[in-house]
């Protein structure tokens, strides 16, 4: 496929896409990312609908797993997939379609020219993010301020670009939600530049995504890699 003007001309761009139940809306997804990347890897979360069948079709690369391992574990398949097809860069986005795939070119664009290891989608904490989750991710933000001295305005996200040397260093082991924090953890843990990029969202399920016991699994794993020493046990 020929590169979007966009995109710089750098090595393999791969789309990972960790998916559950996201038949009637992966199709889009994949559409849109396709535009950007070189491929795009779904990883199928044993779906209980045809969200394998639709991504097949739409052009993915798709594993399906046999059980439902949670969406930190299909990320990690998916980007150690991505890394095996020659990945340079990884692109993570949702499969809900929260995220418009026409800001790839804004979030790669620090990692290919700008000297990050990584870049963090940044969702602007404004009316059109639910309430609820505005209130979450006001307090992950603080506590991960607090307790890791974060600069990152939203650790909530799910999209985000990283080299594949910068994937290799972050040692990610999340099997759940808990995945998006571990990313802002192990990137300063580990000293990587990084960067943030404001992102469009679009909030068109408010029920699906984190829930209240996926925001408090965070932050019993923000205990726990505090506990270990940030900056300290993940140095390599």
């Not at 860069?89 to 990050?116: F, S, Y």
């Not at 209240?212 to 726990?224: A, D, P, S």
């Amino acid at each position: 496929m020929e590169r979007h003007p966009n995109i710089p001309k750098t090595g393999k761009i791969i789309a990972v896409i960790p998916a559950y139940n996201e038949e009637s809306r992966i199709g889009n997804v994949i559409n849109g990312v396709l535009g950007f990347v070189d491929e795009a890897v779904v990883v199928n979360d044993a779906s209980c609908d045809n969200t394998s069948i639709v991504a097949r079709g739409k052009g993915a690369c798709v594993i399906d797993l046999p059980e439902n391992k949670g969406v930190g574990f299909a990320t990690r398949v998916g980007c150690e997939h991505a890394l095996s097809l020659g990945a340079e860069i990884i692109v993570t986005i949702d499969a809900d379609g929260q995220h418009n795939p026409c800001d790839i070119p804004k979030l790669i664009e620090p990692v290919v020219n700008g000297g990050a290891g990584i870049a963090f989608g940044i969702r602007p904490r404004d009316k059109r993010m639910p309430l609820a989750k505005r209130i979450a991710n006001a307090l992950l933000y603080l506590v991960t301020k607090v307790t890791f001295s974060s600069d990152i305005k939203d650790p909530l996200t799910g999209f985000h670009a990283f080299t594949k040397d910068c994937y290799r260093r972050l040692f990610l082991e999340s099997s759940g939600y808990e995945i998006v924090v571990e990313f802002v953890y192990k990137a300063l843990a580990n000293k990587i530049k990084h960067k943030q990029v404001v992102v469009e969202t679009i909030y068109n399920n408010k029920d699906k995504g984190m829930k209240k016991r996926h925001g408090f699994r965070v932050l019993i794993f923000i205990l726990k890699w505090q506990a270990r020493g940030l900056g300290r046990a993940w140095i390599f």
